[in-house]
């Protein structure tokens, strides 16, 4: 890993903060109603103690690297934005969508509950990150037009200019040009705008201004979309067992992927200018080593 502070202590913070997000994350889902006994057992299933915690981190450490001074909301946040990322794959998954059975090392919602339920599970992860975003008031020192700000970020992510815009043009593949600018924009909208959305989100957060947001914002992008390039070419190289889900099924299916349209070796180079632009435009000042390490890992994991 390129990182600017060395291997076992970026672990070490990595695994501390995953640690506090998963206490988090159990917490709110007890302090919250979630609703009949099945689908609390499947939320749960879902969300915690699995996933690497990209976002979540991404979102605590922006935050740090920005000095904000408000951690423990942050961490409310976080938990927000992994359970509207955790309903997108949910609903990935299912049979009419990328059919998957395998998530996060086990079998996938739909598998475990049945299609039915993977549904209501979905749109219970939705609505349960905009409870915990509207709710946050009562729990921490969040200014109203900071928690409004937040919703307005997470929708646009979430909603038809990110998530499910990029999920109609994945299933559409067949569709559409296969160029290295359809694949492009599949990435921004399915998986770059969500990531964008963790690191601005953490920086709204922190009180930063509209400028210093708007840059946040722009370096998630960068980022996001070299998450996506890495994670096409780990379809392609890595097995179920360390990728978590099913290898292979992008090129079965015929998707449109970065390898696709260029090569793997092309991928691997493209996803590394992006973390260096997404490096340079967020600069390498102390307080953001984590943050900086945190997107050297985007492009050096491998699963």
Known sequence: MSSIIDDRRFKQAAELDRSRFETRCQQLLDSLAVGPSVI???????????????RPLLCLWTHDAVAGAHRSACLDVACAIESLHTYSLVHDDLPCMDDDDLRRGKPS????????????????LLTLCFEILATMGGRHEVEDRVIVELIRVISSAGGTSGIIGGQILDISGDTLEPTVQTVEQ????KTAAL??????????????????????????????????????????ETDASILGKTPG???????????????????????????????????????????????????????
Do not use: W
Not at 109 to 124: I, N, S, W
Not at 186 to 189: A, C, D
Not at 267 to 283: N, Y
């Open 195 to 236: 990531i964008a959305a963790s690191m601005e989100m953490g920086a709204v957060v922190a009180g930063v201004d509209d400028e210093q947001q708007a840059r946040v914002r722009s370096v998630g992008i960068l980022a996001g979309r070299a998450f996506q390039i890495v994670d096409d070419v780990l379809d392609l």
């Open 40 to 54: 609390e057992e499947s939320v749960r299933y879902m969300l915690l103690d699995s996933g690497k915690r990209l």
């Open 249 to 303: 099924k992008d090129l079965r299916d015929g998707k449109l992927t970065y390898p696709a349209a260029t090569s793997i070796e092309e991928s691997r180079t493209e996803a590394a200018k992006l973390i260096e632009a997404a490096k340079a435009k967020m600069g390498m000042g102390g307080s953001a080593a984590r943050l900086i390490s945190l997107l050297d890992f985007v492009v050096n994991r491998r699963a």
């Open 109 to 124: 919602c739909h598998k475990q509950y049945g299609e039915a339920v993977a549904v209501l599970t979905g749109d219970a």
């Open 186 to 189: 599949i990435h921004r909208l």
